[in-house]
């Protein structure tokens, strides 16, 4: 059974910082792409980032570029999303998802098969 645990969230005041994990089990992690979404009240689920460990490949969206760096841990098959300069507009529930993919991931939700139950990210101004 594919299963993706996120933990990490908080609260934290800005400019402060988290490290989100998504601890992934059921599959070979060397075969999937893992990317890191938000959803605010009222907001579209947006891509913040993704990566691939087979190849190396990452993706930012440009809200996030220079504060969050997204990086892997086969051997404990996780993905972490550390969080830096935090924003009140940082403030989401934040999900992992995993995409079938030998190389590259995708900033599109659509393109995901499987989802984690999330984590609440509060940034307070």
């Known amino acids: 059974e594919v299963q993706l645990v996120e933990s990490g969230g908080g609260l934290v005041q800005a400019g402060g910082s988290l490290r989100l994990a998504c601890a992934a089990s059921?599959?070979?992690?060397?075969?999937?792409?893992i990317g890191w979404f938000r959803q605010a009240p009222g907001k579209e689920r947006e891509g913040v980032s993704c990566?691939?460990?087979?190849?190396?490949?990452?993706f930012y969206a440009d809200s996030v570029e220079g504060r969050f760096t997204i990086s892997s841990d086969i051997a404990k098959n996780t993905v972490y999303l550390q969080m830096n300069s935090l924003k009140p507009e940082d403030t989401a529930v934040y999900y992992c998802?995993?995409?079938?993919?030998?190389?590259?991931?995708?900033?599109?939700?659509?393109?995901?098969?499987?989802w984690g139950q999330g984590t609440q990210v509060t940034v307070s101004s």
């Open positions: 990566i691939n460990s087979s190849d190396g490949s990452r």
């Open positions: 059921g599959f070979t992690f060397d075969d999937y792409g």
């Open positions: 998802a995993a995409m079938r993919s030998r190389a590259g991931c995708s900033s599109r939700k659509y393109e995901y098969d499987y």
